[in-house]
């Protein structure tokens, strides 16, 4: 039986907070105790979460790119100034556009590698030292099994990804002896409306509340080993 984590006094960061993944592991995360920052770059994404978390002064909204090296700072400080330290970092934010190479324009391109892989870097570095001053944390980063998986047409998100879980494991290594806890975690399809709505008759689809599941799992797992890497798959997925 999975018991679920009290973090009663953690503070947490969730980037891409507003919806999707990113909402509902921010909504497990106050269930929790935890005091939790969400970012995003829609100013009205940010109040709508707002409203339906209702968690008063346990919630803080920070407008930001992740791709903006000085947004993300400004996160991380703002956290930091409101809450007292930081514990957590759930780097969720992500994009995905899908062409073929030939037809992938150069800003496309740019837009998805900078968001899905230099915003993790710009959050995990502004992060680090203020895990340490609490002796510790997690750093949770959430890739794709499109970074094992290649497929047509997604060259520049699956590179994205492949890079993510790379520099994943590099900072797992770098860290651990601070006790910051650094793991991925490798969603199949999630029904998220990712690709730009819902898909109808996609119920075989991994719900977001499943990822934010293995998310507070993560947290809770005894301090001695380390699950650095988990895949996360539809049980029943569409036969083709």
């Given at each position: 039986?999975?018991?679920?984590?009290?973090?009663?006094?953690?503070?947490?960061i969730?980037?891409?907070?507003?919806?999707?993944?990113?909402?509902?592991?921010?909504?497990?995360?106050?269930a929790?105790?935890a005091?939790?920052?969400?970012?995003?770059?829609?100013?009205?994404?940010?109040k709508?979460?707002?409203?339906?978390?209702q968690?008063?002064?346990?919630l803080?909204s920070?407008q930001g790119?992740?791709a903006?090296e000085?947004?993300?700072?400004r996160?991380?400080?703002?956290?930091?100034?409101k809450?007292?330290?930081l514990?957590?970092?759930?780097?969720?934010?992500?994009?995905?556009?899908?062409?073929?190479?030939?037809?992938?324009?150069?800003?496309a391109?740019?837009?998805?590698i900078?968001?899905?892989?230099?915003?993790?870097?710009?959050?995990?570095r502004?992060?680090?030292?203020?895990?340490?001053?609490?002796g510790?944390?997690w750093?949770i980063?959430?890739?794709?099994?499109?970074?094992?998986?290649?497929?047509?047409?997604?060259a520049a998100?699956?590179a994205?990804?492949?890079?993510?879980?790379?520099f994943?494991?590099?900072?797992?290594?770098e860290?651990?002896?601070?006790n910051?806890?650094?793991s991925?975690v490798?969603p199949?399809?999630?029904?998220?409306?990712?690709?730009g709505?819902?898909?109808?008759g996609?119920?075989?689809?991994?719900?977001?509340?499943?990822v934010a599941e293995?998310i507070t799992?993560?947290?809770?797992?005894?301090?001695?080993?380390?699950?650095?890497?988990?895949?996360l798959?539809?049980?029943?997925?569409?036969?083709?």
């Open positions: 039986m999975t018991i679920s984590p009290q973090l009663d006094g953690r503070v947490a969730v980037t891409g907070g507003s919806r999707g993944i990113g909402f509902a592991t921010a909504a497990a995360l106050l929790r105790g005091r939790v920052a969400i970012s995003g770059r829609s100013a009205e994404a940010l709508a979460a707002e409203g339906r978390l968690a008063g002064g346990n803080l920070v790119d992740v903006r000085a947004d993300v700072e996160l991380v400080t703002e956290t930091v100034a809450f007292g330290g514990d957590i970092l759930i780097n969720n934010a992500g994009i995905g556009r899908f062409a073929n190479v030939a037809d992938l324009s150069t800003e391109w740019r837009n998805i900078e968001t899905n892989l230099t915003g993790v870097f710009f959050g995990c502004a992060a680090i030292p203020h895990l340490k001053r609490r510790g944390g750093i980063n959430i890739s794709s099994l499109a970074g094992r998986n290649s497929f047509a047409g997604g998100y699956c994205s990804k492949s890079g993510l879980n790379a994943t494991e590099s900072l797992m290594l860290v651990r002896y601070d910051i806890r650094v991925t490798m199949g399809s999630v029904q998220t409306g990712f690709g709505s819902e898909e109808a996609a119920d075989w689809k991994l719900a977001s509340e499943d293995v799992d993560l947290l809770a797992h005894p301090a001695r080993s380390l699950p650095s890497r988990v895949e798959r539809p049980a029943k997925p569409k036969q083709r």
